[in-house]
């Protein structure tokens, strides 16, 4: 009899993480929702779904609770089949006369620097998984050829270029464990970090990354993918 699949999902309290919980869990997956804090609507979900749905507070900020991530997870799987990093930091308007240090040191750690500590503390876990496959979701604002006149985003750009090189360095690090580690851009969604032109939700969106995950293989580590599945320039 085949196990039932498990997928750890940081940011998962609204969003983009929300709507891949979801779907996750229509697919009949164990979910793991990463979150700082419960919304109304993860609430909701874990009232239908129960003990398939496990909610764990995180604050992706501090290196000591992402160290006992592992731990925690242990208690309730032995394994994890797919992990996305999907939490995020944005912070707009920013300017070098105006830089706070306490901004961006944020930004930097949420958008790259846990992800790569999230990795590490489940690391046991996604190697007993028979098929496991690692999904930082990223963004073409971190796509360094991409950048011109001026940007106002220094925090969550650099974060996610910071992301995309980990990104790389990771999957030569686990390719020969035949672990794919893909960095995907998920479009510009109408979200609280979405741009004001959004023009898709996360609930449309977060139907077509379960599908570019499904068709993740070893073939496709180290890319940088769009949603669609299309590879994209780093």
């Not at 309290?13 to 419960?38: P, T």
């Not at 011109?148 to 985003?153: E, M, N, Q, T």
């Not at 270029?161 to 851009?185: F, S, Y």
């Amino acid at each position: 009899m085949p196990q039932t699949r498990t997928i750890l999902i940081t940011g998962a309290a609204s969003g983009l993480g929300l709507e891949l919980a979801s779907r996750y869990l229509e697919k009949g997956f164990i979910v793991f929702g990463c979150l700082r804090s419960e919304s109304s609507k993860t609430k909701l979900l874990k009232k239908r779904w129960g003990p398939k749905f496990h909610l764990i507070k995180i604050d992706l900020r501090r290196s000591y609770e992402i160290s006992s991530l592992g731990r925690k997870i242990a208690n309730h799987a032995g394994k994890i089949d797919i992990l996305i990093n999907n939490a995020g930091v944005m912070n707009r308007n920013e300017k070098i006369s105006t830089l706070d240090w306490k901004k961006i040191h944020e930004s930097m750690t949420v958008n790259s620097i846990a992800p790569l500590f999230v990795v590490k503390s489940l690391l046991k876990q996604i190697k007993s998984a028979d098929n496991p496959k690692i999904i930082n979701i990223s963004s073409l604002s971190g796509a360094i050829g991409r950048v011109s006149g001026f940007s106002s985003l220094y925090g969550y750009k650099a974060g996610k270029a910071a992301m995309n090189m980990m990104t790389r360095i990771l999957a030569q690090e686990l390719k020969g464990d035949r672990i794919p580690v893909v960095a995907v851009h998920p479009g510009t969604i109408k979200t609280k970090m979405g741009p004001e032109n959004a023009q898709s939700s996360a609930e449309e969106v977060s139907a077509v990354i379960v599908k570019l995950i499904d068709g993740i293989n070893i073939g496709h580590t180290g890319k940088f993918l769009n949603f669609d599945g299309a590879e994209l320039p780093w």
